[in-house]
Every structure is written in structure tokens, then in C-alpha cells.
């Protein structure tokens, strides 16, 4: 499939989606997140892909594109809003790791914010400005925001419009690392995950994005379902076949 406003590399059972409209800092234009969204269905279904990165050269992302939106009408701006496909990313059957430099801002943190992880340069520079163009956050980051960091630093973020750096964000756990080359450490880990049983990733990551919304006894009652259902897996079968023949399982993804 063919793709104009991203680049998406395979190697190694990952695939790396690189956001390409570096002349406005990776602005978020319609075109570019329909084409996240065609790449997500794609890789959602591709055997071969075990584990996205999404990241953006020098720049994640430096929110929507402003000269898209100055216009709209309120039903303009409600097809506009970039929430079906954030989480479509949110529920991406495979761990999504978004690799930060330079800019994310606005709906390209909020882009961030649907990964499942978020590495940082330390220097990158990170935040809801929206407020001060007379909106707020609209592609989830309301949601999304105070689940990772509290309430009153979700709304000092999104009342201020302040951008922040590394430290600040990795102490309030906004990103979960720092690193100087973060796209490089974000493949390390990606290595990591890609050799976890898929299954197993798939059904704890249903599990977990739960937990983030139902009560526990129906998170308790989803995780037992889905916690037996990796018992019709060979990825389980092998798993513990090699702890109890003392050897490094190989799983299939099955
Ligand atoms: C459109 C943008 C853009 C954006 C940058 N550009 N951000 N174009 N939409 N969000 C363009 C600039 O117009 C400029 O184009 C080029 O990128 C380089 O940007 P500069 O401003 O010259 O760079 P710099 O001085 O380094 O400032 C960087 C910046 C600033 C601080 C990031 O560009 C900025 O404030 N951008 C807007 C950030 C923002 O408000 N984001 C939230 C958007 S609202 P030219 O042609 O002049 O070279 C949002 C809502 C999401 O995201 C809701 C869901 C749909």
C-alpha cells in the first residue's frame, strides 16, 4: 500500500512508522491520519509485525494542522477530530511505542498518548498549547492525559498550555524513558517485545486498556476469560515445555 504523509520500514518482525511532513514539524493534516489509520489496519493484520513504533525525524508531531481547523464549523469539527483513529492505535492488538524528539504537541501527543509507551529525548518538547488557540486537547487527551498523571497535572497542563521537557515528563509519567537517541532505544525494546508470545501480549494489553475504565470485577472476570483462552496457544505449551526442560522458549506467535 502505498502512503504519502508516512513511511512505514519492517525489519526484525517491527515495523517503524515514520510521520513525513517535516516543512510543518509533522502537523496532523486529514490526509496524514487517514493514512495512520489505513497503516493500523494493515499492521493490526500483519503476521509478519509483532511490535509499531511511531516517530517522526526531528519532530513528532506538532499537533493538528492549525490551517486545517481555523475555519470549522462545530459538525466540521467534530469529523475532523482525530479520535477514531487514536483509538484504533489505543487498541492495536500488538504494543505500540511512540519514540519522541523535538516537538509533540497538541494531537500529536495526544497521538503519543495512544501508545502503549512513550520515549523521549530529554530535550524534546512536550504539551497541550491548544488552550491558547481557544480549544482544548480533542483527540482523547482529556481522557487519556489525567489516567497517566494525575488529575491536577492533567489540568494544570491543559488550563496552562505549558510545554514541558524530559525530566518533567518522565517525573510525572507522562513518558515512561528518557533517552539521548530515543528511536534507538525504543528499537532495543521493541527487539524485546517482539520476542514475547504474541498472544499473550495481545489479551494482557485487552486486559490492562480495561483497567483503565471497568470496574474490577469486570476487569477480574475479562482478565479469567482471557487468561485461559492463551491455554489453546502454543506460545503456553512452549513456554512452560522449556522452563521445565531447562531451555530458552522459541515462540511462534500462536
Ligand atoms: C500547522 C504548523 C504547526 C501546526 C508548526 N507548523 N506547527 N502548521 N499546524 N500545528 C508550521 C509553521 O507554521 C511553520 O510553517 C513550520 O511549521 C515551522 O514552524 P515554526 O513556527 O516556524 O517553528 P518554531 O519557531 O521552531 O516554532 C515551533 C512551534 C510552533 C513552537 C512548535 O510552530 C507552534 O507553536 N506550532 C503550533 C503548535 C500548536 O499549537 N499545536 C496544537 C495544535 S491544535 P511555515 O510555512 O511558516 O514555515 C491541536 C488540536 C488537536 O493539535 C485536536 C484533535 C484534532
Known amino acids: 500500500m502505498s502512503y504519502e504523509n508516512i513511511i512505514i520500514r519492517k525489519e526484525n518482525n517491527i515495523a517503524t512508522v515514520s510521520l513525513n511532513r517535516p516543512k510543518s514539524l509533522n502537523a496532523l493534516n486529514s490526509e496524514l491520519v487517514a493514512e495512520l489509520d489505513r497503516a493500523f489496519d494493515e499492521l493490526s493484520?500483519?503476521?509478519?509485525?509483532?511490535?509499531?513504533?511511531?516517530?517522526?525525524e526531528k519532530n513528532f508531531a506538532a499537533g493538528a494542522d492549525i490551517t486545517n481547523m481555523v475555519e470549522l464549523t462545530p459538525e466540521e469539527a467534530?469529523?475532523?477530530?482525530?479520535?477514531?483513529?487514536?483509538?484504533?492505535?489505543?487498541?492495536?492488538?500488538?504494543?505500540?511505542?511512540?519514540?519522541?524528539?523535538?516537538?509533540?504537541?497538541?494531537?500529536?501527543?495526544?497521538?503519543?498518548?495512544?501508545?502503549?509507551f512513550?520515549?523521549?529525548?530529554?530535550?524534546?518538547?512536550?504539551?497541550?498549547?491548544?488552550?491558547?488557540?481557544?480549544?482544548?486537547?480533542?483527540?482523547?487527551?482529556?481522557q487519556r492525559l489525567p489516567?497517566?498523571?494525575?488529575?491536577?497535572?492533567a489540568k494544570r497542563l491543559i488550563f496552562t498550555g505549558a510545554i514541558i521537557r524530559g525530566e518533567e515528563a518522565l517525573a510525572c509519567g507522562l513518558v515512561d524513558g528518557l533517552a539521548d537517541n530515543p528511536l534507538e532505544e525504543t528499537m532495543s525494546f521493541a527487539l524485546e517485545l517482539a520476542a514475547k508470545p504474541a498472544v499473550a501480549l495481545k489479551l494482557a494489553k485487552e486486559c490492562i486498556n480495561l483497567a483503565a475504565d471497568a470496574d474490577i470485577?469486570?476487569?477480574?472476570?475479562?482478565?479469567?476469560?482471557?487468561w485461559a483462552r492463551l491455554f489453546a496457544t502454543s506460545d503456553q505449551k512452549e513456554g512452560m515445555r522449556a522452563f521445565i526442560e531447562k531451555r530458552k522458549p522459541e515462540f511462534a506467535g500462536k
Do not use: H, Q, W
Open 78 to 116: 467534530r469529523d475532523f477530530a482525530f479520535s477514531d483513529t487514536y483509538d484504533k492505535i489505543a487498541n492495536c492488538p500488538k504494543p505500540v511505542i511512540a519514540a519522541i524528539e523535538g516537538f509533540a504537541l497538541g494531537g500529536g501527543m495526544e497521538l503519543a498518548l495512544s501508545c502503549d
Open 217 to 226: 470485577k469486570t476487569g477480574i472476570a475479562y482478565e479469567a476469560s482471557n
Open 45 to 56: 493484520a500483519d503476521s509478519e509485525t509483532r511490535v509499531v513504533v511511531i516517530t517522526g
Open 118 to 142: 512513550r520515549i523521549a529525548a530529554p530535550n524534546a518538547k512536550m504539551g497541550f498549547p491548544e488552550i491558547t488557540l481557544g480549544i482544548f486537547p480533542g483527540a482523547g487527551g482529556t
Open 147 to 153: 489516567r497517566l498523571v494525575g488529575l491536577p497535572k
